[in-house]
């Protein structure tokens, strides 16, 4: 028997596992019901054309910041076709060209990556938004922390999107996420006082909530009876450890069941989470690894020459960095399996545009 085939013909323990991944975007948001009412009735004013309210949503990581606004914009969406929601993270998009340039392709706006200045993209974001039907744009600025990091004005983006309804004719409202709530107190007063967002604190989740939310993802994710009764209050604990960190409790469950699953267990029990608890990390544990400087040592000399090409040019088509590398086809494979490892170890991001990769070098 092939080893696929034996694998395949395996009994898995998961009836769905996307419910656990980090990605996913639940239908029912549990015990955030206060906080979306909130955001909604921030931004539903823009649907009449008025003037939408600047939010500021502050909290630990995993208390639902993100998981709310993806939510909140898939329903906007449903409502109307009047409203553009634009969802961005800093940490992957950092610079303030790209983030506007980003708005200006979401209003079906052609944007050079080269030879194009600010402004310029803010006259392709007024010339979108007239030729289109909406009233307004919310954007939600993910992990704005990022954009406090460079020195060369990234930050200046928050003004220009604060007042576009004043100097463009743009009507945006921003929702920023932090889990900082320091962060804003470094901008200047005219970006300070031109945002002037309204603070919403996403507090810890507590026990019985992080049970809750186990459970619930629990049912769409495993078979029945699959887990053990103490699993999802000893995933709840880890989750409360690390301060009410949905994320983590989310993550606990889904590495003890892949425990299970390689030990070919037909059972997720205790001793599965107890295997899995030193290899969970926080968010800020995942980022400050990622901000470390790369250990050059541990790539080959074709993983060095690539990665000098990629850290000089920041960003670059996969057809012009094979020409740079001077490769033929034989070689061009091996090197798209050296940028398939590069992007799991978050060096870079691939974007794929039809036949085209855009590689982005992210350290």
Not at 178 to 185: Q, V
Not at 259 to 269: F, Y
Not at 297 to 307: A, G, P, W
């Amino acid at each position: 028997m092939n080893l696929f085939d034996k694998f395949s013909s395996e009994h898995s323990i998961f009836k769905n596992e996307v419910i656990l991944m980090p990605d996913y975007l639940p239908t029912d948001i549990l015990h955030r019901e206060t906080e979306i009412k909130e955001i909604v009735s921030s931004i539903n004013v823009l649907i009449h054309g008025r003037k939408g309210e600047n939010l500021f949503l502050i909290g630990n990581p995993g208390t639902g910041k993100t998981c709310c606004s993806k939510y909140i914009l898939t329903e906007l969406e449903q409502h109307t076709q009047r409203i553009l929601p634009i969802y961005i993270n800093c940490w992957e998009h950092s610079s303030r060209f790209v983030i506007l340039g980003l708005i200006a392709s979401e209003l079906d706006m052609l944007i050079p990556r080269r030879g194009i200045s600010v402004d310029e993209v803010t006259e392709k974001i007024v010339e979108g938004f007239n030729k289109s039907l909406y009233k307004g744009i919310v954007v939600v600025l993910d992990e704005i922390d990022r954009l406090f990091v460079s020195k060369t004005g990234d930050k200046e983006v928050l003004y220009d999107l604060s007042r576009s309804k004043e100097n463009l004719g743009v009507n945006i409202s921003i929702i920023a996420i932090s889990n900082n709530r320091d962060i804003l107190a470094k901008l200047d007063n005219r970006i300070r006082s031109s945002l002037n967002p309204r603070s919403l604190e996403f507090k810890s989740y507590d026990s019985i909530a992080l049970k809750n939310i186990l459970s619930n993802r629990a049912k769409l994710a495993f078979y029945p009876n699959i887990l053990d009764e103490e699993v999802i209050p000893l995933c709840a604990a880890i989750g409360l450890n690390h301060k009410g960190d949905a994320r983590i409790a989310i993550n606990a469950l889904w590495k003890a069941a892949k425990d299970a699953e390689k030990k070919g267990e037909d059972k997720v029990k205790i001793e599965n989470v107890q295997n899995i608890k030193n290899s969970l990390k926080t968010e800020e544990e995942i980022k400050k690894e990622l901000g470390k400087p790369l250990d050059y040592s541990i790539f080959n000399d074709n993983e060095k020459r690539i990665l000098k090409i990629l850290k000089k040019n920041k960003e670059i088509e996969n057809i012009v960095l094979y020409k740079k590398l001077k490769l033929t086809e034989n070689e061009k494979r091996n090197v798209r399996n050296i940028l398939d490892k590069f992007e799991k170890l978050k060096i870079i991001m691939i974007k794929n545009e039809g036949k085209k990769r855009i590689i982005t070098f992210s350290r």
